[in-house]
């Protein structure tokens, strides 16, 4: 027997939905606006939340992180009348259950209320992560960083495939590092495979290994990389670059974990366990034909999506500081200071090579001749002093208002938060509130608007 509770302004469906959820031996709680639902799910403890979208007080998806963040931490199946795929689309991301459209609920309501249950089960049986993580050099405390490292401490805490995602300069590389160091197989081998590097005539060899005469050169034979994977960690990077005229063999590989050297008639046995990186779309690729769909499958049992520098620039001070202190020590020079006009500048850089430029840029610094005991903008490459400059004259030519002498000039990051802001309110005006008409009108990614409307907490449709 579980609690849910119905939140809907149709006092009629709700009266089916209670009867349905009795019917089902469960506990069934009615309201009807937002504010009473939060109130009640605050003060009780419940499993599922039916929650409608459009209430009288305000849109439903808006809330979803509000209700799963109540004590019991309760599931959230979102029901409307609503049929849009991108209201659908907005409440996954917000952490919903499911989705069901109104005019089939009753219908469907007995499956996605059992799985959601079912999952919850199950996720009360899931014994806690331990918190002490070894975080192998990944350097911030933002949210987006937070969410990754607590999917590597799940990742390693199991040995299922691993892919990780984003794009280049984001650390694919030592986040793999951290699933095998906090892993059962952390006192074997991490062996890297450079997929982007081997050229594909020697992929199989570098791969598999190779017995003496198997090709003109193989003077003598030769262990491949799966081999020394054995009992380890084996990291393919940039996995998307891996020939499709291989794929098929190394998918053998990670169905049977058995692969055959080149020129030998016996296979062998590599118990590693895989985890995989690429800047690249693969499901795009699968519809290319470049990559093959029940390899992705297999690849993608754990994914970790990293996020690009520019969605985690809170982390910028802290990265700053440790690559400073890192160069220091490598240069054998004092310690070095760093002024708040550095940090403002670095934040307002949209960091297309991610942590990687960052880092070069910091190295770059150091190459100064006039640097002293403390790091000022002054001292970075001088593309980032011109950015600052128009971007300075640019925001006094537009809001004249902000050169009176008698205000104070808010930072770079406070400005540019105003401006998104005021952009969104204009992009939600001339799109009606449609996410894909305003996605249409500003050239955002869905995911991109999504992340803005939930900062701004401006609602669309």
Known sequence: MSDILILDDDTELCMMLHERVKKRGHIATVTHTLETGVRTAEANSFDVILLDVDLPDGNGLEYIQRFKNCPSAPEVIIITG??????????????????????????ELDLHLTRALQYRKEKQKITPVPVSLKRNRIIGTSKGVSKCLDQVARAAASDVNVLITGPTGTGKELFAKAIHENSERNSQNFVIVDCAALPETLIESTLFGHVKGAFTGADKEQDGLVKHAHQGTLFLDEVGELPISIQKTFLRLLQEREYRPVGSPRHQFSNFRLVAATNRNLEAMVQEGTFRSDLLFRLEAFVINLPPLKERIEDVRELVTYFISQLCERYNTESKGIAPDLIETLSAYDWPGNIRELYQTIEQLFTNQSLGPTCFSFHLPEKFRILQARASVDSMQNQPELVDAKQNLPSWRSYKEKCEEEYLVKLRSESESNVTRACKLSGLSRTRLYQLIEKYELPFS
């Open 82 to 107: 609503q049929g849009e795929a991108d209201g659908a689309e907005n409440a996954i991301i917000n952490g919903a259950w499911s989705y069901i459209i109104k005019p089939h609920v009753i219908r």
